[in-house]
Structure formats: structure tokens, C-alpha cells
């Protein structure tokens, strides 16, 4: 079983940046894969980003690409992501998700999946 809180969200302007952390109890974190999820008001929960376990692979939803940065840093239990020239309708609460399935499949659901609590961002224009 994993344990995962996030941290970093904030109030910011449209064009600021943020980073989002995501901190990982447990000896095995660097077996999971990791990824972000966010979720808007009336909306379902979307894809963000994923990363394998050793971190040499990431994949990203299109409306983040080029902006966004996942990382992990396996000696810390933990997973980042930087959010750079953010837009307004990158407002949500973020969610850190671990699963034992490969980061391919963060988008499915799993056998072993373990959520965070959320973090909320919010873009003002």
C-alpha cells in the first residue's frame, strides 16, 4: 500500500509558473509508475502526465505538452511537476496517482492504484 500527499498549488496569474510536489511513503516507490490527474468543476478527472519507474520515460496530454515537466527523484519518494506559462483553464485540483502497471496505462484504471488527496491551482487572467 502507498501513501501519497501533494503540495505546491496556489493562487497565481496567467504566464506565472508553479511546481507541484508529490511525496511517496513506502520502501518500493521506485517500482511505480507515477502520474498526475486534474479535475475542474464539472468536469471529469483528466489525464496530466506519467512517468516510469526509473524516470527515462514520460508521456503528457496534448494540452500540457511543451509546458508541463514531470520528474521524479527516486532517493526522495518523490514526483514533481513543473507547470509553466499557465492558462486559465489549467485551474483545477491535481491529483498524484501510483500504480504497479506501466506508466502506458496510468490512464486506466488498475489492479493497484493509490491515490493523493489534491491540490488545488488556480490561473487568473
Known amino acids: 500500500q502507498v501513501q501519497l500527499v501533494e503540495s505546491g498549488g496556489g493562487l497565481v496569474q496567467a504566464g506565472d509558473s508553479l511546481r507541484l510536489s508529490c511525496a511517496a511513503s513506502?520502501?518500493?516507490?521506485?517500482?511505480?509508475?507515477m502520474g498526475w490527474f486534474r479535475q475542474a468543476p464539472g468536469k471529469e478527472r483528466e489525464f496530466v502526465s506519467s512517468?516510469?519507474?526509473?524516470?527515462?520515460?514520460?508521456d503528457y496530454a496534448d494540452s500540457v505538452k511543451g509546458r508541463f515537466t514531470i520528474s521524479r527523484d527516486n532517493a526522495k519518494s518523490m514526483v514533481y511537476l513543473q507547470m509553466n506559462s499557465l492558462k486559465p483553464e489549467d485551474t483545477a485540483v491535481y491529483y498524484c496517482?501510483?500504480?504497479?502497471?506501466?506508466?502506458?496505462?496510468?490512464?486506466?484504471?488498475?489492479?493497484?492504484?493509490?491515490w493523493g488527496q489534491g491540490t488545488q491551482v488556480t490561473v487568473s487572467s
Open positions: 496517482k501510483a500504480t504497479a502497471a506501466s506508466y502506458t496505462q496510468m490512464k486506466n484504471q488498475n489492479r493497484y492504484d493509490y
Open positions: 513506502g520502501r518500493t516507490f521506485s517500482t511505480y509508475a
Open positions: 512517468i516510469s519507474p526509473s524516470g527515462r520515460n514520460t
